[in-house]
T-cell receptor, first 115, second 110 residues
Framework: EPEVTQTPSHQVTQMGQEVILRCVPI?????FYWYRQILGQKVEFLVS????????KSEIFDDQFSVERPDGSNFTLKIRSTKLEDSAMYFC?????????????FGDGTRLSIL | DAKTTQPTSMDCAEGRAANLPCNHS???????VYWYRQIHSQGPQYIIH?????ETNEMASLIITEDRKSSTLILPHATLRDTAVYYC???????????WGLGTSLAVNP
């Protein structure tokens, strides 16, 4: 069964450094998402992306964050200048369409640790 | 905030059916009910979704009340590997932003 893959599984970065988290969505899916989960807290929506544009973003997704689909398969989340509070699990998801009847499928996440 | 209410935790004996309730009294007519689970900090795993009718797949069954104000996820024969946090989610107006609550922590006991 096709799945969403994320790399790396764990990323350790010094505060203030840039980090790029990578995702390969399911191949025939058109909508892509990033969520994060701080340890012990709820999963939080960050951004949705369709047709090379952001379709929706949360208050968390400020100017330090950006997303890109650099080629036909990858979907990336960049944090420009990381802060300690960016430490979290970051999950990528994709769905075939943006319809309410289409489930989002998630990768196993990247654990981002900011030192 | 999440539009659903779930018990914080539940227990189930291995081999028995696990029935996980969810209240979504403010659900709109075109909003689907989705169930996901998260096993020990892995990525959320899609289980099932429905609008009005009851649904069944290889993982679970979803029973939605006639007034659509509540639903129950049924794992017919729970195994130890079903121990996870189960999330009931109602679309936040569209399917491009899932709003997560704290879910139900299900412990399947031998």
């Amino acid at each position: 069964e096709p799945e969403v893959t994320q790399t790396p599984s764990h990323q350790v970065t010094q505060m203030g450094q840039e980090v790029i988290l990578r995702c390969v969505p399911i191949s025939n899916h058109l909508y892509f998402y990033w969520y994060r989960q701080i340890l012990g807290q709820k999963v939080e929506f960050l951004v949705s992306f369709y047709n090379n544009e952001i379709s929706e973003k949360s208050e968390i997704f400020d100017d330090q964050f950006s997303v890109e689909r650099p080629d036909g398969s990858n979907f990336t989340l960049k944090i420009r200048s990381t802060k300690l509070e960016d430490s979290a699990m970051y999950f990528c998801a994709s769905s075939r369409t943006g319809s309410r009847n289409q489930p989002q499928h998630f990768g196993d996440g990247t654990r981002l640790s900011i030192l | 905030d999440a539009k659903t209410t779930q018990p914080t935790s539940m227990d189930c004996a291995e081999g028995r059916a696990a029935n996980l309730p969810c209240n979504h009294s403010t659900i709109s007519g075109n909003e689907y009910v989705y169930w996901y689970r998260q096993i020990h900090s892995q990525g959320p795993q899609y289980i099932i979704h429905g609008l009005k009718n009851n649904e069944t797949n290889e993982m679970a069954s979803l029973i939605i009340t006639e007034d659509r104000k509540s639903s129950t996820l049924i794992l017919p024969h729970a195994t130890l590997r079903d121990t996870a946090v189960y999330y009931c989610i109602v679309n936040a107006g569209n399917n491009r932003k899932l709003i997560w609550g704290l879910g139900t922590s299900l412990a399947v006991n031998p």
